[in-house]
Structures are given as C-alpha cells and as structure tokens.
C-alpha cells in the first residue's frame, strides 16, 4: 500500500507540473546570455524579426533615389592635358552626385560618377575604355564600389565581384577632391595634380 500511495504521488506531481515555455522555444524572442561571471541581468533580449540591415540594399536605393530625383545640374569645364568637364547635381544645396568627365587621352577614355549622402561617398562607378594599343581589340574596364563609412565593402569588377585594390577614401581622394571643388570651383588642384 506503501508503495502504491508514493507512485500515485508522483504520477500526481508529473500530471500537475506545468510546462514553462522558455524564451529559446519562443520563435520570435531569442537572448544572448552574459558572459561567464556576469550577472543574468546583463542578458539581452533579441527580437529575431528585426530585419538585419543590408548595407549594400541601402545603398543600391539611395542610388536609384538620386537617378531619379528631379536634382539641379551645375556643369564646369577645365584644362589639365586635354578639356575636361564635371557636372555637380544638386538637392537643394547639397551636392548628391558627381560626374567627371576625363575626356580622351591618347587611346584611353575616362569617366567617373560619385555618390554622396550627407556630405559622404558611398558609391563610385568607374568606367575606363581603351588603353595600351593592341591590334583588334577593345579593352573596357567599369568598377563599382560600395562604400560605408569610407571603406569598400563590396567591389565589382566588369561585373564580377573581386578583391578591392583601393579599399578605403580619404579627404585626399579623387572623390573628396570633387565634392570639395564644388565649393571651390578649383578643379586644377582636385584634378590636375
């Protein structure tokens, strides 16, 4: 009898213990746990249906949204070795895009396209035909570069994803020397040096 009233016990005691849901089982809620040592009030809670952001979709739609923004075009011309020109698009009095034109030299044609969000790069297109002279033949080069906080975060090579070669954009750079010319109108020193 004995044994009888303690299996009835504990077959009350598993019928009538609830089932908790933990925070794992839960799909949308996970935590990252503190660190060995830390106290658990340092866990974090993660809400996996944030949508991760994705620096190089964001950048693709301010692209699209400047393509297609109604902008104020300012066009200059200067002298290096040949005439060269660059065109400023404007919204409002911000400078959001940049095309500079190298022009022909010799047998190589050169033009770049700089984008800007808040007075920063974050996309450079670069389109380069020609070159050394080979008999028959056609050379083009075109090279996007993704940029986030000034560094190339995915380069595109004639459509092929590569190494990057330039990595990274100082004030120095061809693409800071544009947009500082815009309020310069000095293009001799952006360009010629």
């Not at 908790?20 to 990252?32: A, G, L, Q, R």
């Not at 940049?98 to 022909?104: K, R």
């Not at 990274?168 to 544009?178: E, K, T, V, W």
Request: glycine share 4%; with cysteine; net charge negative.
């Amino acid at each position: 009898m004995k044994i009888k009233a303690i299996c009835m016990v504990m077959l009350f005691s598993l019928l009538s213990c609830k089932e908790n849901k933990t925070e794992d089982e839960n799909p949308k809620k996970n935590t990252i746990t503190a660190p060995v040592g830390q106290p658990e009030s340092d866990t974090i809670p993660v809400d996996d249906n944030i949508p991760v952001e994705d620096p190089i979709n964001d950048i693709k739609k301010e692209f699209s949204r400047i393509n297609a923004a109604a902008l104020t075009k300012k066009h200059y011309t200067y002298q290096c070795d040949e005439l060269m020109a660059i065109d400023y698009y404007y919204e409002g009095d911000t400078v959001v895009k940049a095309v500079v034109d190298y022009g022909t030299v010799g047998d190589h044609y050169q033009k770049s396209e700089f984008y800007y969000k808040d007075g920063k790069l974050f996309f450079f297109y670069d389109f380069t035909e020609g070159g050394p002279a080979c008999e028959g033949c056609q050379m083009k080069l075109e090279q996007r570069y993704y940029v986030k906080d000034d560094l190339v975060i995915k380069y595109i090579k004639n459509k092929k994803e590569e190494k990057c070669t330039t990595c990274n954009f100082s004030q120095r750079s061809i693409p800071y020397r544009a947009l500082k010319a815009a309020k310069t109108l000095d293009f001799k020193t952006a360009f010629c040096s």
